[in-house]
Every structure is written in C-alpha cells, then in structure tokens.
C-alpha cells in the first residue's frame, strides 16, 4: 500500500501567504523526501530529512518531521506565483525503495 | 537541468505501433528508474536498473520493454500499447540501487495512446 499520503490534494493561496503541506506515512522511515513537479515537467528534489532529524530549512523551505506521529510537514513561506506546483512527500524505509505519495497541488495567485 | 535527458518530449501512437523512448544522463550514476506517471495516481515504478542489469520488474505488462545497454543510457521499448497506457513516463538516476539519497529525474515523455 501506498506509505506516504500527502494532504490537503489541493491547496490555493494568494502569493506573499505561507503555504503549508502535510505528509503522513505508516511505517518507520530512514528518511522522507519532499519533491516538486511543474505541470508536465519531471520531478525536482527540494530537501530530505533524516529520521533523527526534526526541522530543516532550505531558503524559503522549512520540513518538519515528527516520527511518533509518522508525518512531516512542508511549509513554503512567501510563496510565490513561481512555486505554483504539485509537491510530493517520498519516504525510503530499509530495503525499500523511494515510495511517492498522490501530491499536493499547490496554486499561488498572484 | 538536471542531468537526466529524456527524448522523445511527447510521442503519440497507435496501438499496433512499435516506438522507443530514451533516457540518458550525464551524472555518473549507477542506477537508473522508469516511473509512470498517470493523472490521480501515485508515481509507480516501472523497472529499476543497477549496473546495467535489472533488478526489479514491477508486473509491468510485456508490451513495455526496457533496455539498459550501458550505466548512462536507458530505454524503453513500446509496442501494441493500450489507451490506458496514456500517461507521463519519467526517467531517473541514483547513486547507487537502495540509495538513500535522491533521485534525479528528467523531464519525461508524454505519451499518448490512440
């Protein structure tokens, strides 16, 4: 069955708010990936964190991860029209390859 | 530009036709995915190639044909497709099988069925 599940499916904001994206998963973890695909393109790795990591910021990116809840969280600050994408959590568990979620469609109007 | 180069961008065929897609990338990796990707699905895996041998064949149908001549280079053979195989399919490379770093992926081929 599918190990992460992204929610909400679709988000929409008004550019200058933060957006935030959740992930859940139902095993343990080696790490989560959190991935953005513009419409027709392939998919851009944007951060991973480790299991024995909480938080990480990359610019305008901050990942949470809380594993006794088995879900992470993706918050965009100062979105932009530009990061108008689908966001995909992925999660690797021991032996096991990279496992994708449905995505979140996120849309920044400007 | 990630150093995955898919070929072609878009393709449309019919059901009796014989087509390939390529994938190509310059990063150096050891491993190498084809994923498909079809609207309101999760990305599924296709077939995974390490050190040019495959490793993993998902029950995909044999009408999808993979080939792996080198650690750059992977390819996916088409033939007597099916309407529903309409979708994006996406090349990606890693380190290593098992990575547990990231994948890079290229930029995909649409494909249609007609």
């Known amino acids: 069955s599918q190990q992460g599940e992204e929610d909400p499916q679709a988000l929409s904001i008004q550019e200058g708010e933060n957006a935030t994206m959740n992930c859940s998963y139902k095993?343990?973890?080696?790490?989560l990936q959190w991935y953005r695909q513009n419409s027709g393109r392939g998919l851009v790795h944007l951060i991973l964190?480790?299991?024995?990591?909480r938080e990480k910021h990359s610019g305008r990116l901050r990942v949470t991860l809380d594993t006794s809840k088995k879900s992470s969280s993706l918050l965009i600050t100062a979105s932009r029209a530009a990061d108008t994408a689908s966001y995909f959590c992925?999660?690797?568990?021991?032996?096991?390859?990279?496992?994708f979620g449905e995505g979140t469609q996120l849309t920044v109007n400007p | 530009e990630t150093g995955v180069t898919q070929t072609p961008r878009h393709l449309v065929m019919g059901m009796t036709n014989k087509k390939s897609l390529k994938c190509e990338q310059h990063?150096?990796?050891?491993?190498m995915y084809w994923y498909k990707q079809s609207a309101k699905k999760p990305l599924e895996l296709m077939f995974v190639?390490?050190?040019?041998?495959?490793?993993e064949n998902n029950s995909v149908p044999s009408r999808f044909s993979p080939e792996c001549p080198n650690s750059s280079h992977l390819f996916l053979h088409l033939h007597t497709l099916q309407p529903e195989d309409s979708a994006l399919y996406l090349c990606?490379?890693?380190?290593?099988?098992?990575?547990?770093?990231?994948?890079?992926f290229g930029e995909g081929s649409r494909l249609t069925v007609l």
């Open positions: 990606a490379s890693s380190q290593g099988d098992y990575y547990t770093g990231e994948l890079f």
């Open positions: 095993t343990s973890i080696n790490n």
């Open positions: 964190i480790r299991s024995n990591e």
């Open positions: 992925a999660t690797k568990t021991s032996g096991s390859r990279l496992t």
């Open positions: 990063l150096g990796h050891n491993a």
């Open positions: 190639y390490s050190l040019e041998e495959r490793v």
